[in-house]
């Protein structure tokens, strides 16, 4: 029982977190009664730790990627898939959101950097230390003492180490078990 209210405590801090967000980013007289609706959640897939929301990937073209496919994570949400190479020859396929939930690690490196004029470091869960993705912060603002991406920053995440909670749920088939009892 402990752990069901831990779970829901953090996710309710990170749904503040991610409201904080939204409105800190529109003055007070553009702000509208128009509420914001959360499309899913990206939740380590090792586990179960919420990464980051639907709503919070882009698109942003890196000129380093192998390949580049769309892939559709919910019925409203279409998002670039790009598959990037480091210098060890490891592939792996990332997306992009512009806020995740990642532990504090390493200092910023521009070595080897999938995106020219950024710096990165890696982003782990901090739940269970899962490698998630990196971290990347324009080369100018990257100093000592930014933990994390600026608003100008963003975050790569690796998209087989993620899933949708969305697509979690579908295989619980929670809502099925609720209507039969």
Same mark, same amino acid.
């Given at each position: ?73 919910? +019925?409203?949400?279409?998002?670039? #898939? ?13 997306? /992009?959101? %512009? ?51 600026? +608003?100008?920053?963003?975050?790569? #995440? ?13 295989? /619980?088939? %929670? ?7």
């Amino acid at each position: 029982m402990k752990c069901n209210q831990k779970h829901k405590l953090m996710r309710i801090s990170f749904i503040f977190l991610i409201v904080l967000l939204f409105v800190r980013g529109y003055p007070a007289e553009e702000n509208t009664e128009e509420e914001t609706v959360i499309e899913d959640f990206f939740i380590c897939r090792t586990c179960g730790n919420d990464v980051s929301v639907a709503n919070l990937a882009f698109d942003k073209y890196t000129p380093l990627a192998l390949s580049v496919t769309n892939h559709s994570f919910t +019925e409203t949400r279409s998002v670039l #898939i790009q598959e990037v190479q480091n210098p060890l020859g490891i592939r792996f396929h990332i997306f /992009l959101v %512009k806020q995740a939930s990642c532990a504090k690690v390493h200092p910023w490196t521009i070595k080897s950097t999938w995106f020219p004029g950024y710096a990165w470091k890696v982003c782990v869960c901090p739940k269970c230390h899962t490698l998630l993705g990196w971290m990347f912060e324009p080369v100018e603002s990257a100093t000592a003492e930014q933990s994390f991406p600026s +608003e100008a920053g963003f975050y790569a #995440i690796i998209f087989q180490n993620i899933i949708t909670e969305g697509f979690v749920n579908s295989l /619980l088939m %929670k809502e099925k078990a609720l209507r039969d009892n």
